[in-house]
């Protein structure tokens, strides 16, 4: 069974065991980012609503489905579209990606569309450019290992750097693939080139690989991280108004009611 195929047919099933609609899925991890490794999982993480009887209760609710990875090398999850939603308003980074993944598994009609139409509104580039450089942070201290690092967290430091530097510099959405990340140092040859010769590494490499550090790299990181908080400063965080994305989740669920 080809791998679309069974995907399709989870997906599928979980609609129904747990009776909801799925409204989106995607790829989300590194196979979506265009840097997979050959033994890489599959990231398929989806949006989904419910009946809407279900949301009109006293009782706090659980808010995602997340499912152990399976004999298949599937790792799903799911939100529901309140989550998507109130986290997209507070311009959090996730939203952003998933609905810019370049592999999609299901949609209805016009979703991503609908749901891309607010990014200008809660895209706030001192938040989303505070969560990249967090995560960058975290996979620093996690991936290196003497003078090696873990070449999958390389990646986790790498992507969110440019990121950061791309919403920084161009002040709207990065985009989630990571070549065209790259747009952003295309006048830097030498780090390109480096960062290339990289990603031709990890798409043979096993996800557990130590290589050794790369000092152009880990110099570019070092700075653009240092510049990035620096510039930051002197960034607002303006509030936001929730009454948009209201009417959009009253309408998305009562159109999908499953």
């Not at 909801?20 to 398929?44: M, N, T, V």
Request: proline residues 4%; charged residues 30%; contains cysteine.
């Amino acid at each position: 069974m080809k791998m679309q195929q069974l995907i399709l047919e989870r997906l599928n099933q979980i609609e129904t065991e747990k009776n909801i609609k799925i409204l989106y899925a995607c790829e989300s991890g590194s196979r979506g980012w265009g840097f997979a490794s050959p033994d890489s999982d599959y990231d398929i993480r989806f949006i989904y609503v419910r009946d809407i009887n279900w949301y009109l209760s006293i009782h706090e609710r659980k808010d995602f489905l997340d499912f152990s990875i399976d004999e298949n090398d599937l790792d799903i999850n799911g939100w529901d579209l309140r989550k998507l939603l109130g986290l997209l308003r507070k311009s959090n980074a996730t939203p952003f990606e998933w609905l810019q993944s370049p592999i999609i598994y299901r949609e209805v009609e016009d979703f991503r569309k609908d749901c891309m139409h607010f990014f200008p509104n809660y895209f706030n580039p001192k938040t989303l450019a505070n969560h990249y450089l967090g995560i960058a942070t975290g996979a620093l201290k996690a991936g290196i290992i003497g003078d090696e690092f873990n070449i999958k967290k390389y990646f986790y430091v790498l992507r969110p750097v440019l990121a950061a530097k791309w919403v920084v510099d161009q002040k709207n959405v990065p985009p989630m693939e990571f070549q065209q990340l790259l747009e952003g140092i295309n006048k830097q040859r030498i780090l390109l080139e480096e960062i290339e010769q990289l990603v031709e590494q990890k798409l043979k490499a096993k996800e557990g690989a130590l290589i050794k550090r790369n000092k152009i790299i880990d110099q570019f990181i070092k700075e653009e991280m240092d510049r990035c908080y620096s510039v930051l400063k002197t960034f607002e965080v303006a509030p936001s108004d929730s009454l948009p994305l209201d009417e959009f989740f009253r309408e998305t669920v009562k159109r999908y009611n499953p």
